[in-house]
């Protein structure tokens, strides 16, 4: 079992800036990938960005060059910071780790105001 706990959300201006953590627990051995998905009302739950176990990252092209993964293996932490944000990326933010199983966080609510 893993569990993932995130942190960060809020309310921001557009332009402005997040960073959201996920902090993992249990079996974290298990876990090849970590990442970000979002989920904005009356729409499908998409990928924001992905880390794996090696280090390799991968992001949705609408976050490319504004937001950026990364991780703290001392702290099992996986942080997303988001830059220059725009009301198009309001949504639910949830941790997702991969392993032989899926685990999803409770999910944070980042909403950017116009």
């Known amino acids: 079992q893993v569990q993932l706990v995130e942190s960060g959300g809020g309310l921001v201006q557009a332009g402005g800036s997040l960073r959201l953590s996920c902090a993992a627990s249990g079996s974290i051995f298990s876990i090849n990938a970590m990442g970000w998905y979002r989920q904005a009302p009356g729409k499908p739950r998409e990928l924001v960005a992905v880390?794996?176990?090696?280090?390799?990252?991968n992001y949705a092209d609408s976050v490319k060059g504004r937001f950026t993964i990364s991780r703290n293996s001392a702290k099992n932490t996986v942080y997303l910071q988001m830059n220059s944000l725009k009301p198009e990326d309001t949504a639910v933010y949830y941790c997702?780790?991969?392993?032989?199983?899926?685990?999803w966080g409770q999910g944070t609510q980042v909403t950017v105001s116009s």
């Open positions: 997702n780790a991969e392993s032989p199983y899926t685990y």
């Open positions: 880390i794996t176990s090696g280090g390799s990252t």
